[in-house]
């Protein structure tokens, strides 16, 4: 079993549309918990921390879900300019500090007119 | 401006020939790690270095070396590219804070093709 699983989709919404994207993790020891959003051929950029009581930025809402091991990113309003692909991010204890961040391999959206 | 800044961009190596990619970081980081990514893949930690301590992945295979002379700069060393390491390579930098260590910033990577 991966540490990180995502659907890789792609999941395909018209402007305007709410898409939600699950992932699962599997060290129930983790402790940090990330959504980057990485554009083609670019490299990841930071789109959010998720926090234990769930945060909000814009349209842009996170959840953690710590008994079912699961992480969740919404986005509200779609944007064309949302499509991308979204990694699920996360630091497992035991790291030695080190910040090691473990990837999922990332859903991608694709938002059309 | 650029913090995190990887050269060259795009490099093109011939198989069994060396290589080097390099980052550099304005951002005065002390943790600076190497990534392999390949498409439609997650990025993959190869190493890191915490201050000069350097801390290889378990399956990092031995192709594949690291140097970080100065906390400014780390490079990528692969002695004998295969086929197999075309990918993205992605450099990325974070920070000690109270509590622990910041997430991590990347540079845009340097994409290899071997030939």
């Known amino acids: 079993r991966k540490e990180v699983e995502q659907d890789p989709g792609p999941f395909n919404v018209p402007e305007g549309a709410t898409v939600a994207f699950n992932c699962t993790y599997s060290?129930?020891?983790?402790?940090?918990f990330f959504w980057y959003r990485q554009d083609c051929r670019k490299e990841p950029k930071l789109l959010m921390s998720?926090?234990?009581s769930g945060n909000e930025d814009g349209r842009f809402t996170a959840q953690l879900n710590r008994a079912s091991q699961y992480i969740s990113l919404l986005i509200r309003d779609s944007k064309l300019s949302d499509s991308a692909t979204y990694l699920c991010?996360?630091?497992?204890?035991?790291?030695?500090?080190?910040?090691?961040?473990?990837f999922g391999a990332g859903t991608r959206l694709a938002v059309h007119p | 401006d650029a913090m995190v800044i990887q050269n060259p961009r795009y490099q093109v190596t011939q198989f069994g020939k060396p290589v080097t990619l390099s980052c550099s970081q304005t951002?005065?980081?002390?943790?600076m790690y190497w990534y392999q990514q390949k498409s439609s893949q997650a990025p993959k930690l190869l190493f890191h270095?915490?201050?000069?301590?350097?801390?290889n992945e378990a399956d990092t295979p031995d192709n594949f070396q690291s140097r970080r002379p100065n906390t400014s700069f780390c490079f990528l060393d692969i002695r004998s590219p295969g086929l197999g390491d075309a990918a993205m390579y992605l450099c990325?930098?974070?920070?000690?804070?109270?509590?622990?260590?910041?997430?991590?910033?990347f540079g845009p990577g340097t994409r290899l093709l071997v030939l």
């Open positions: 060290n129930s020891a983790s402790q940090s």
């Open positions: 951002l005065n980081h002390n943790v």
């Open positions: 991010v996360v630091n497992p204890t035991g790291s030695g500090g080190y910040n090691k961040l473990i």
């Open positions: 270095y915490y201050d000069k301590d350097f801390n």
């Open positions: 998720v926090y234990s």
């Open positions: 990325a930098t974070s920070r000690e804070v109270a509590g622990g260590l910041e997430t991590q910033y």
